[in-house]
Every structure is written in C-alpha cells, then in structure tokens.
C-alpha cells in the first residue's frame, strides 16, 4: 500500500516534468524540517550543533544538501526556517553535540567542502530562540496584511 502511494506520488511529479531526484530533494527537505522540529523538543538547550550555511533559495540549498550528504549521515543534518535580512531563509546544522568542546572538536574536523561553509557553533537555546523571531515575524506580517485588506 505504501509502495503504491509512492509510486503515485512519483508519477505526479513525473507529470509535472520533475525528475524522480528532484522530487526526493523535495520531500527529504520537508523530512529533514520534520526531523529538526522533533530534535529541537528533544535536546536539552545547552545541546550544540555546527550551522553550515542558510539559504533563500530552496533549489540552491537542496543542491548544498546533496553534497553535504555525501559527508554526513542524513539524519545529523537538521534543517529549520527563518529569516535572514527580512526575507524568508533555510538553516543547515549538522550534529548534535552535549557540549562546546565535543561540538569544536567535530568542527575542526569536517571535510574541506563542509568547512568551506563557513560553519559556526550554535545551541538547540539559540536555535529555538531564531525560529521562535522568525515564527512571531510571519504572524505579525500575517496580521498586517490582513488588517490591510479591504473587504
């Protein structure tokens, strides 16, 4: 039964013109937001992870995502929205570390191509604390835009 609901999903997306790898970029992007919303309740706030990179474009970032996971096990990379300069954006972090110098260490070790990112350390805290700006700035554009239409 499942086999046969992915198979039509694939044909769907077939139909579309979208390649069958485009299509799994897509929902394993959405897997791994689904995935770092369940890892975020989960860690205690001192937890760290190493961001890699944010992104605008979501095509652009599943590219990222492709050659990230060619270096790091898909479920080490955790993947959250936000904004960056008052447009919506996509965060990468990889690992889950439970203190500062377990997660410098995994930093100073990542490949080339990852440390070409540009990475920085972060806590679940302060992840939390950038979804929950980003989540109040979506509902007050919303209230602002609703307030601003004339029925």
């Known amino acids: 039964m499942a086999a046969a609901a992915l198979q039509g999903t ?5 139909d579309r013109g979208e390649t069958r790898s485009e299509t799994e970029l897509e929902s394993g992007l959405e897997a791994r937001i689904a995935a770092t919303r369940q890892w975020l309740a989960s860690e205690p706030p001192g937890t760290y992870s190493i961001q890699l990179l944010g992104s605008e474009n979501s095509e652009q970032l ?3 995502l492709k050659v990230i996971s060619k270096s790091i096990e898909i479920n080490k990379i955790f993947v959250y929205r936000t904004n960056r ?6 965060t990468v972090c990889i690992g889950s570390f439970n203190d500062h110098g377990a997660a410098k260490e995994a930093l100073q070790t990542l490949p080339a191509s990852l440390k070409a990112f540009r990475p920085i350390l972060r806590t679940v805290q302060g992840i939390q604390g950038e979804i929950k700006r980003h989540e109040s700035a979506v509902a007050a554009a919303g209230k602002r835009e609703f307030v601003g239409r004339v029925e």
């Open 62 to 64: 599943k590219r990222h």
């Open 10 to 14: 694939t044909r769907a997306a077939e």
């Open 85 to 90: 300069k008052a447009k919506p954006s996509l």
